[in-house]
């Protein structure tokens, strides 16, 4: 029988990452669209707060649950701007990011072989984690048609008597949708309806475009007991290195097994980062708005470059940085393939553009490829420049 780890893929992206980085250190100009990390620096009021911390001594061991003044700033904000009606600060937990908040959320709410549903394509590392908590990931197929949103009838329907949870992430990573409110209350209905528990994903609350805003699903009627919400202060606040997430967490009992896996995972998030992150959530959010401002350009001058080169059908997405694309029919392919990789190796080596092939993102994914555009503007407007070209050229 193999290890529950020698399940966990290697990662497509970091893939792609090496093979960039390979041809950088041969002297060539790469550009950096396959991963989702903000290209801005942290405010400086948030730096300041970190020096500060370091000046003031405080790099000793802190709770392992967050400092308090980081808990009680993430306690005003969650229940003032997500609406979430935890009733104290020890219903937060600071995580090494997200991604550790989902890894301890999952090993907390699941027994082996219960399945959570969760949208397809994906990130990756969603699956995963359920599949390191015991779990079963089982996939919804998101459609171009319905604008790859998460529809409440395919949920319903792959609800089987294993089923434990409901994994929502919106705006979504792939492909930038974002679910409105009405949608999500069906979602909520539906958790209600069969018992089931939610994580909601919300680390790209911040980055929406237009006129979007954001529901926090754990806000609405009937999902407040049930909901666990997972946030990241690596999009709103450009701090991905830091790495500063945090959880919140309605029941008494799983509150209680999430301290337990904090307490032996990581024993508390770097104290020096959490200090930056009060300054972040109690200060200015002017910095924010500002990056969201400069992705929307981004997305706007990607899309349309998209939409005049050959092969791709995009999708304008309303959130998050990424832009997903479709691959055409007539794809002629590249050295002998015709699938997702077969793209992205050839912008790797024709022009030296990242991407992640759909594929990485689950089975749905296949034949569509991600852009992400959280790498510099100057970068985005030079792809921009290069896709029609090179792809009118394979
Ligand atoms: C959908 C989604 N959730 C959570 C995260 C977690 O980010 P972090 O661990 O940096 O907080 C990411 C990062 O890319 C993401 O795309």
Redesign the pocket.
């Known amino acids: 029988m193999s290890h529950i780890v020698d399940s966990i893929s290697f990662g497509a992206i970091v893939q792609v990452r090496d093979r960039l980085l390979e041809q950088q250190a041969k002297g060539r100009k790469v550009l950096r669209l396959e991963s989702?990390d903000p290209s801005f620096s942290i405010p400086e009021h948030v730096r300041e707060a970190m020096e500060k911390a370091l000046r003031d001594g405080h790099t000793h061991y802190t709770a392992s649950t967050g400092i308090p003044p980081l808990r009680e700033a993430l306690f005003r904000k969650v229940t003032q701007e997500n609406g979430l009606k935890v009733p104290t600060p020890d219903h937060i937990v600071v995580t090494n990011?997200?991604?550790?908040g989902?890894y301890v959320l999952f090993r907390a709410l699941l027994e082996p072989g219960d399945e959570v549903i969760i949208p397809d394509p994906m990130?990756t590392?969603?699956g995963e984690n359920i599949r390191l908590g015991g779990g079963k990931p089982v996939p919804v197929r998101l459609r171009p048609e319905d604008g790859y949103q998460y529809l409440p009838e395919a949920i319903e329907a792959a609800i089987t008597p294993r089923t434990r949870g409901i994994f929502v992430?919106t705006p979504h990573?792939p492909t930038g949708a974002v679910i409105p409110r009405q949608r999500l209350q069906a979602i909520v209905d539906l958790a209600n309806k069969y018992n089931l528990f939610l994580v909601s994903?919300e680390?790209?609350e911040h980055v929406l475009f237009d006129e979007e805003t954001h529901t926090s699903l754990g806000s609405l009627p009937g999902a407040e007991e049930r909901t666990f919400s997972?946030y990241?202060?690596?999009?709103t606040y450009a701090m991905?290195g830091l790495?500063v997430?945090y959880v919140v967490i309605p029941q008494k009992n799983i509150l209680e097994r999430v301290k337990k896996l904090v307490r032996c995972t990581i024993n508390g998030v770097n104290s020096v980062a959490q200090w930056g992150a009060v300054a972040a959530v109690n200060g200015p959010q002017d910095a924010t708005r500002a990056m969201a401002r400069e992705y929307q350009y981004r997305r706007d001058v990607l899309y349309a470059a998209l939409e005049k080169a050959p092969y791709l059908k995009p999708f304008k997405p309303s959130g998050a940085f990424y832009l997903w694309a479709q691959i055409t029919e007539d794809w002629p392919g590249y050295q002998g393939a015709r699938d997702d990789w077969s793209m992205t190796n050839y912008l790797i080596d024709q022009a030296g553009i990242g991407s992640s092939p759909g594929s990485a993102f689950g089975k749905a994914g296949e034949g569509h490829i991600r852009f992400a555009f959280s790498c510099s503007t100057d970068q985005v407007e030079e792809a921009a420049r290069l896709l029609p070209q090179v792809l009118s050229a394979a």
């Not at 990241?232 to 999009?235: A, I, P, Q």
């Open positions: 989702g990011g997200g991604m550790h989902l990130w590392e969603i992430n990573n994903d680390a790209y997972v990241s202060m690596s999009k991905s790495r997430g």
